[in-house]
């Protein structure tokens, strides 16, 4: 988590997608206004046997830092009416179970760089109280390794770990694995069983450090330094856990005045010793556009870029070393996120659980995370990981108080992915159609479309963004292999006014409706989207 802004364009066409359960998807069906026919046809092949590699789940994972309300008041509350005997949100954990979230990145972030993981373990009165400069907060410390992980079980997710690589040693990191992974008969082992945890919590993900190329970061070094240092804990890591999988801290995003070469200079010390490298993102609707819609709705194309930029450095290093291995990419960090990004909103004022980086998010704000998870879904055969950040009150999909919670407008689309995309990312062929030109950027497409397909259960799923803020255009789908032979869902999150926000005062103002069905003949599919919408469809095959 960083205090600057994340900017950058790609200057190339691109798609995007979503998707809900059904639960959350009770509004009756609205048809959304059009203004008339559709403006344009855009024509793509389906083929169901032209898929990426598998689609790793964990491209749609979440955040968890010890930052604001994210943790105490989000999803730890013993004092809550909703908390169960270990002090979690019933509530809340509930609908991450629903969600089905596969990976949880914790504890940080800014944080991770001046944390002492040994001040969260043990009994819970011998805990010290620390201020956490990352954030200038206070921090209880009651909420800790075991209590994260035996959380992780209780949802169904998996833990993605932060090391301290800022105030911390490659050793501290190394004694973290063996108090989690090692059985017995050590002393990190022995402490941890000590400590009441008598089975292993065999950890598999972990991150080296976070953002050690901004000034902003405790413990802040050179590339070099860092790389070094990366490569010595991801060695005494692996003496102790050899099955790990080790995430180097890549750059903090494009606009760093170093960008790609502090990762070209990091992995020249690590690349032997590491599986992949980060990548951390926030889209901005104020300096990066100017408020523009148009061009705001265009941003995950920057993301691609990055993504592109990034793996060309894993693949130089890669060719430099001679080496057989090559890295996957984590995208642990990625939202939209420009409000609250100054003043209070970053200042913890030595309070516990203070109010920060509470960001109100608009449906604009959802087409945008829609078009970002196609991308990724675009990419997944590099990007293996990925995290929303964050999951609970701080910029996030869920916010709660002391009656409850509400989802707001980015939790539909992030839920579509979870729910039905699944199996493989299709490599979609779409032709040439209609686009809008946006300055730095070239001609943008108005439609934007990925899919996947699930070779477990026969299901095709389709997630399109129709950036035209006032006409809508249709879609025709030529089923190159078998047809869809029966529409199981169709959803589309839409609205006349892109500034509307859902709250505890109206939860549903802006929700997913019904969309219109599409008309399948002779092996076309024609779809109508409505502007500034994001739609979901999936078929049986």
Not at 36 to 56: E, H, K, Q
Not at 95 to 120: A, C, M, T
Request: glycine share 8%; net charge neutral.
């Amino acid at each position: 988590m960083a205090f600057d802004s994340r900017r950058g364009f790609l200057k190339r066409a691109s798609a995007a997608g979503l998707a809900i359960s059904a639960n959350h998807l009770l509004a009756p069906f609205v048809r959304a206004q059009t203004g008339g026919l559709a403006s344009s046809i855009f024509r793509f092949d389906l083929d169901s046997r032209r898929v990426l590699p598998a689609l790793d789940r964990n491209v749609f994972g979440s955040f968890l830092e010890h930052l604001g309300r994210a943790i105490y008041e989000g999803i730890y509350d013993p004092n809550s009416k909703f908390a169960d005997a270990n002090g979690f949100r019933k509530d809340v954990l509930e609908e991450i179970q629903k969600l089905q979230v596969p990976i949880v990145r914790y504890p940080g972030g800014n944080f991770v760089s001046g944390y002492h993981w040994l001040d969260g373990v043990g009994p819970k009165q011998d805990r010290p109280k620390v201020l956490d400069k990352a954030w200038n907060s206070l921090e209880t410390n009651q909420f800790g390794t075991n209590e994260f992980l035996l959380w992780c079980r209780t949802v169904g997710t998996q833990p993605l770990l932060g090391l301290n690589l800022g105030t911390g040693t490659p050793e501290s990191a190394a004694a973290l694995v063996e108090y989690c992974n090692v059985d017995k008969g050590t002393k990190w082992s022995d402490l941890r069983r000590k400590h009441g945890i008598a089975d292993p919590h065999k950890v598999t993900h972990w991150c080296l450090g976070n953002e050690m190329d901004g000034p902003w970061q405790i413990g802040h070094m050179s590339a070099v330094e860092y790389g070094e240092k990366a490569a010595d804990a991801a060695r005494q890591m692996r003496y102790v856990d050899p099955s790990l999988k080790l995430i180097a801290c890549g750059s903090s995003g494009p606009t760093m005045p170093t960008y790609l070469e502090w990762d070209r200079e990091v992995l020249e010390q690590c690349y032997d010793y590491v599986d992949a490298i980060s990548l951390h993102r926030y889209f901005d609707n104020t300096s990066e556009t100017g408020g523009d819609t148009a061009k705001f709705l265009a941003l995950n194309l920057s993301m691609e870029r990055q993504i592109a930029e990034v793996a060309a450095v894993c693949d130089y290093v890669q060719g430099r070393k001679r080496s057989p291995k090559k890295l996957w990419l984590s995208f642990d960090e990625w939202n939209v996120w420009y409000r609250a990004h100054s003043g209070p909103a970053m200042d913890g004022n030595r309070k516990e659980a203070p109010h920060l980086l509470e960001e109100v998010y608009n449906l604009e704000d959802a087409l945008l995370v829609g078009g970002l998870i196609n991308s990724l879904l675009r990419n997944s055969n590099r990007v293996r990981v990925g995290c929303l950040a964050q999951l609970v009150n701080v910029i996030a999909p869920i916010m709660t108080n002391s009656n409850g919670f509400y989802r707001q407008t980015i939790y539909y689309p992030y839920n579509w992915a979870l729910q039905f995309a699944r199996g493989a990312a299709l490599d979609v062929l779409v032709e040439p159609g209609p686009s809008y030109e946006v300055p730095g950027y070239g001609q943008v497409p108005y439609l934007d479309v990925a899919g996947t397909i699930n070779p477990d259960d026969g299901t095709v799923s389709l997630f399109v963004l129709n950036r035209d803020l006032s006409k809508a255009h249709q879609l025709e789908l030529n089923w190159e292999a078998k047809a869809g032979s029966r529409l199981l869902t169709s959803y589309v999150l839409t609205g006349s006014d892109l500034k509307a926000v859902n709250g505890f005062d109206a939860p549903q103002r802006v929700a997913p409706q019904a969309a219109e069905k599409p008309v399948t003949s002779s092996g076309v599919t024609k779809i109508e989207l409505p502007p500034r919408s994001y739609s979901l469809y999936q078929w049986g095959i």
